[in-house]
């Protein structure tokens, strides 16, 4: 048995034993056992979930399954053509998958042999290169300036030394919440590789910010959007992007037959029927980002980034972010501390609703009196 043991573990192959595992955020039944807290008394302010939850809908279509014995569409038929008529793109260029994850680690296992390059430019999406190293390529890290922007001229010199396959980039960027302006984004669409964006928080933003409409124009452009954040379904699941039409052949034999379960699918449906709530929702989100970025600018410890997105990057001054995210864990709020380079003096905010920032607010108010 001991040899065998010995075998399996040496069987593994070496790039996977070598991984450093991704820290994922806790289920609200752990995070309650842990805290000594029931949920209902912990302020979750560190995942940019949705605080109000799916559309209306969504609960009565998972409570109507009528084949939850019968698998999926692999084709995701029915769920494309609602995005086609949400996004405005063909649905021949629409492509779902098991969350915008699934679809990341599906890109790489298309495009990249073992010691291929990919760009990231952190601070940035931790699963780009967590995807990454689990294909066996490498990442070559173009950091972004002082303020997060890209630095487009290092990108171009990275691609001109290195020449990776794909590039990954966010907008709005997770953690700080900035946008690409489009300057930057034709810049690097000139480049010989794909570009790969990533606009999971974009409804926040202004669905006008949205770029899917160049996939239709770039061949080396691909636009990746998710149902977590702007319509509660992070439990759930469910993505989508836009790709290149030549791309979608490789795609459909490359994807497991049945990634998009069927209750996943029906919410997502059912998301997209009731948009107009959800979207209401959202910019309900926003005036709360607004408020709550006004409030934690007052505190005196903290510089606050400007943000589209569903959470406030926060830099904390005199004192350490980790015992600050520390010290209010301690309270019941739980937000995002980050041990990157980078990040180590940061906090991340997520919006939640009116009484959870002032809930946030009067315990920062109170530290900062200390």
Not at 22 to 36: A, H, Q
Not at 89 to 94: D, H, V
Not at 155 to 164: G, K, L, T
Not at 247 to 268: E, H, I, S
């Amino acid at each position: 048995m001991r040899k065998l043991k010995s075998h399996g573990q040496s069987a593994v192959r070496s790039h996977i034993a070598a991984l450093e595992s991704y820290t994922p955020i806790l289920p609200f039944e752990v995070l309650s056992e842990r805290l000594g807290r029931r949920p209902d008394e912990i302020i979750k302010l560190d995942a940019n979930e949705n605080p109000y939850g799916p559309a209306p809908g969504v609960r009565a279509s998972l409570a109507d399954l009528l084949f939850p014995h019968i698998y999926p569409d692999p084709e995701n038929r029915e769920l494309r053509a609602a995005l086609a008529d949400y996004t405005g793109m063909p649905s021949e260029t629409i492509f779902a998958g098991a969350g915008a994850d699934e679809l990341i680690d599906l890109i790489m296992r298309l495009f990249l042999d073992p010691g291929d390059k990919i760009i990231d430019c952190p601070p940035t999406f931790g699963m780009y290169t967590f995807d990454a190293s689990i294909n066996a390529a490498e990442t070559i890290s173009v950091r972004r300036r002082a303020d997060f922007s890209l630095d487009v001229d290092a990108i171009e010199a990275a691609v001109s030394q290195h020449a990776p396959k794909l590039l990954f980039l966010a907008s709005p960027n997770n953690p700080d919440g900035s946008l690409l302006p489009d300057e930057g984004l034709l810049r690097l669409l000139e480049l010989p590789l794909m570009v790969v964006l990533d606009e999971a928080y974009i409804e926040f933003a202004g669905r006008e910010h949205s770029r899917l409409e160049l996939v239709l124009q770039h061949p080396n452009l691909i636009v990746l959007h998710t149902f977590s954040k702007w319509a509660g379904l992070a439990g759930l699941r469910v993505g989508y992007g836009a790709f290149p039409t030549q791309l979608m052949p490789q795609l459909w034999k490359t994807k497991q037959p049945y990634n998009v379960n069927v209750a996943a699918t029906a919410a997502a449906l059912a998301s997209l029927r009731e948009r107009e709530h959800q979207l209401q929702i959202v910019a309900r989100m926003v005036r709360e980002r607004r408020r709550m970025a006004r409030l934690l600018a007052e505190i005196s410890f903290l510089r606050v980034y400007p943000s589209r997105a569903n959470f406030v990057l926060c830099r904390v001054e005199g004192r350490s972010a980790r015992e600050l995210q520390q010290t209010l864990q301690d309270e019941g709020i739980l937000v995002r501390y980050f041990e990157k380079p980078g990040l180590r003096d940061h906090i991340r905010i997520s919006v939640g609703r009116p009484e959870h920032t002032d809930a946030l607010v009067a315990v920062l108010t109170r530290l900062a009196r200390r």
